[in-house]
């Protein structure tokens, strides 16, 4: 935005409201549609500002018609093309190059600031993720004095964090790429078509705007299954950034003007427009998280749920997924449900010293299935086949109103005649 434009949105929206907040999310989730329908978004955010006016909910405001619904198949959000096609495309350049974070590698948590939270956790500080951001900030701010340019290396970062917070500076830093190396895991879709294209003797590269050391990036790659490529370009390291296309400029000039290269990125201005002001040909892959929004369970913001909506988000959204609708539910939902409750069944077995636990047809069928395959060598346990009857008889304590329908619920009905109904109890009336 120009300085003008930002005036006018901060005053109509607010700098961090709701409002602003629903907007950039509805900007972001799609991109090229944004591009191509300006006034139905310049409308868009006029709805936004009376609602703020008159005190309205930012998230009823009527969206524009391709961003107001989502399909009810999650996995159907952004269809990607297939594997194939993608590699028919890309191996036509004589250059690929990829992004790294979001497309050819995708975290196993959330967002990449969970790191920081895991980090909170471990170090004992309960503000270290917000103390790590604003360290970071800052450390933007120092190089753009020093280099004209805002990519900091996380050295200098931890520089500032031991300067304003006296952290041990090696120890911390150290464990921010232990836990970046571990989490990160191999985009399957877009491997699949790395593996291709290297079969093809295709020259690729990768390129990032990071502040992770070298090293780093090439282990996170090399774990990830990327192991030949022709050059790694990283911000931090040659302080020329995609954001201002610096680094494609530097790109362009080395492999010169008659190479045909295109970029895939998950970022649309600084991986497809400004890739495409130097030259470039563009491939958007839009981010696993921007597609899973709509979708995202609100009620839970903590670690674990970051990790299993990372599952989610990965498994769904990165372009491999081919199952059914009913598979998809169990997967999302019912999976998860399924194993925590066969967790808790077996602490309880664990707490009362419980020998054989037993499942009743027909409603425990998969609970067993589940049970037995997570805990099998932990407790003996078998699938009865049992009424469902003969179980409210046992405890009937626990069953009474089912057991006083299935009594007298003929009756109620006027089905049944009072003869009859005691007959069938055993009781002859004379």
Sequence with gaps: MTSLNELVFNKLLGKSSPYSEEYNVTKRSNPEYYERNKVKMYLYFIRLGMAKLMGQDAKKVKKPIALGSVPLIESQTGRRPGERRLFDKLKQYDLISFDIFDTAVLRKVEEPRDVFKIMSCEIGFENFKSMRIEAEKEAKLRSYSRH?????????????????????????????????????????????????????????????????????????????????????????????????????????????????????????????????????????????????????????????????????????????????????????????????????INKIVAEKNIDLVLFCARDCDVIFKTYKKLYNNDVKSKYLCVSRFALMNIAPERYIVDLVDRTFGGVQDGNVSINNFFGKHGIRLS
């Design 148 to 344: 004209d340019c805002d990519e900091a290396t996380l050295d200098e970062i931890y520089d500032v964090l031991k300067e304003r917070n006296n952290i041990d500076k090696d120890k911390w830093m150290k464990r921010e790429i232990e836990l970046e190396t571990r989490l990160c895991m191999p985009n399957l879709y877009i491997k699949r078509v790395y593996d291709k294209l290297i079969g093809e003797g295709k020259k690729i590269i990768f390129s990032s705007d990071m502040y992770l050391p070298r090293q780093a990036i090439e282990d996170i790659l090399k774990n990830c299954g990327y192991e030949f490529y022709d050059a790694l370009y990283l911000s931090s390291e040659l302080r020329l950034s995609k954001k201002d296309a610096t680094m494609y400029k530097h790109i362009r000039e080395r492999y010169g003007e008659e190479c045909k290269v295109i970029h895939i990125g998950d970022n649309h201005t600084p991986d497809v427009k400004n890739s495409k002001a130097q030259g470039f040909d563009a491939v958007f892959y839009r981010n696993v998280r921007e597609l899973a929004k709509p979708y995202l369970q609100t009620h839970y913001y903590d670690l674990s749920g970051s990790f299993y909506r990372a599952v989610i988000n990965n498994t769904l959204h990165d372009g491999t997924w081919r199952r059914s609708i009913h598979y998809e539910h169990g997967y999302k939902i019912g999976g998860i449900l399924l194993a925590g409750y066969c967790e808790h």
